[in-house]
T-cell receptor
């Protein structure tokens, strides 16, 4: 059974460009979350989507946006790239249902997309 | 404000020893406390997790101790093995998977 898949695995951009990162969740998982992991730090929450609706947003500027498609895959878009956006971008999926209580869902992470901004 | 504080930043343990990593959190609304293990080039993988109504949870060589009044929790790795060498993250979350992660502990288990 395939895990969470992310593409591309590595990419290099220059300041001011935009980037689109893609994520396919585990089959049957309806929730996708995005995290940014700067080198040497823990992941930071960016977005969470469930059933194609945004359910949570972290403390990131409006240059960051995301969406979830009918097949539950997701895209993270970052505009006007800055040097500080260089990081590993992690996607995680979970079997989220509205009837389960908070904390009841396990996040399964993909291997990430390593973004370098020059 | 950092929601979850983790220590130590790095840890060296001899094979067979006990590795202990500590975390403290701020928000009493957190209701789920997972630990993740991350190897280089990989995403974090869930190791073990605990709810605040339990003071201890054990799975194999891994144990979480939870102190609700002190807002602290820790991971104990018994009989540490070189294969346990990785970076460990504690996290705390509530409300549909918005998790706050600690800064990570790089564990090196020497043979």
């Amino acid at each position: 059974d395939a895990g969470v898949t992310q593409s591309p695995t590595h990419l290099i951009k220059t300041r001011g460009q935009h980037v689109t990162l893609r994520c396919s969740p585990i089959s049957g998982h309806k929730s996708v979350s995005w995290y940014q992991q700067v080198l040497g730090q823990g992941p930071q929450f960016i977005f969470q989507y469930y059933e194609k609706e945004e359910r949570g947003r972290g403390n990131f500027p409006d240059r960051f946006s995301a969406r979830q498609f009918p097949n539950y895959s997701s895209e993270l878009n970052v505009n006007a790239l800055l040097l500080g956006d260089s990081a590993l971008y992690l996607c995680a999926s979970s079997l989220q249902t509205l009837r389960t209580g908070p904390g009841a869902n396990v996040l399964t992470f993909g291997a990430g997309s390593r973004l370098t901004v020059l | 404000q950092q929601q979850v504080k983790q220590s130590p930043q790095s840890l060296i343990v001899q094979k067979g020893g006990i590795s202990i990593i500590n975390c403290a959190y701020e928000n009493t609304a957190f209701d789920y406390f997972p630990w993740y293990q991350q190897f280089p080039g990989k995403g974090p993988a869930l190791l073990i997790a605990i709810r605040p109504d339990v003071s201890e949870k054990k799975e194999g060589r891994f144990t979480i101790s939870f102190n609700k009044s002190a807002k602290q929790f820790s991971l104990h790795i018994m009989d540490s093995q070189p294969g346990d060498s990785a970076t460990y993250f504690c996290a705390a979350g509530y409300n549909f998977n918005k998790f706050y992660f600690g800064s990570g502990t790089k564990l090196n288990v020497k043979p």
